[in-house]
Every structure is written in C-alpha cells, then in structure tokens.
C-alpha cells in the first residue's frame, strides 16, 4: 500500500500530535477536543468545507504512513539538480548543451518571475 500524500503542515501537525498522543487512535478520538491537535483540527475542518482534505484521509494517513509534499520550489531543485548531474555524465557534447542550456532556462525564468530558489539561482 502507498503512503498517503499529505502538506507539510499537516505533515508537522501530525508530529506534533504523535507527542500527545501514543496511539493514533486517541488523535482521532480527540482531534475536535484537545488543545494539542487544534491546528489539525482546523486544517481537516477548513479542508472539509473547502471539499479538500477529509479526516478519513487522516486515519489513512495514521495507518498507512505518509510523505509530506515537495513544495514547488523543491520541485524545481530537483529538476535542476537532475539536469546539472546529466550535464557531468553526458559525454556527448550536444547532450552538455542540452543540458546546460535546460539548467540556463530554469535559471532565467526564475529570475524573470523574481523567485529565488536557493541552489538554482540564489
């Protein structure tokens, strides 16, 4: 079974939750009752409304694990990183050109869009 996807905030709440609580069951039990799991709560309720998260993506997220989302940001590091470790192995010099001028792409349109991304442009 996979790990359920869940925000890095909630990913943190979900920690901090764990430090209340020994078993999941007492997060769920007491998720709309304890001042420990009032930032979760808010976060699945708003959710809910917003047709978003639902507290049984919670439990799943308990009982399966889960992995906090790549902010877009790290999406794009990645990206550049995969694209500056091709540009080293690539012996082929069009390949390196390639790959430079992918990396350069990224690079400006960052710069155009006056995002810093620290390791790419920052």
Not at 26 to 53: C, D, P, Q, V, W
Not at 68 to 94: L, S
Request: net charge neutral; aromatic share 8%; charged share 35%.
């Amino acid at each position: 079974m996979t790990k359920v996807k869940v925000t890095r905030e909630v990913a943190e709440e979900i920690r901090k939750a764990r430090i209340h609580f020994t078993r999941d069951a007492g997060i769920i039990m007491n998720l709309r009752k304890h001042y420990a799991l009032t930032r979760l709560s808010e976060i699945f309720n708003n959710r809910e409304r917003e047709g978003g998260m639902r507290v049984d993506v919670l439990m799943q997220a308990l009982v399966l694990g889960y992995e906090a989302e790549k902010t877009p940001k790290e999406k794009v590091r990645e990206y550049y990183d995969r694209t500056q470790r091709k540009t080293i192995y690539h012996p082929d010099e069009y390949d390196r050109g390639y790959e430079n001028g992918t990396a350069e792409g990224v690079e400006q349109t960052l710069n155009l869009l006056g995002i810093e991304i620290e390791g790419v442009n920052a």
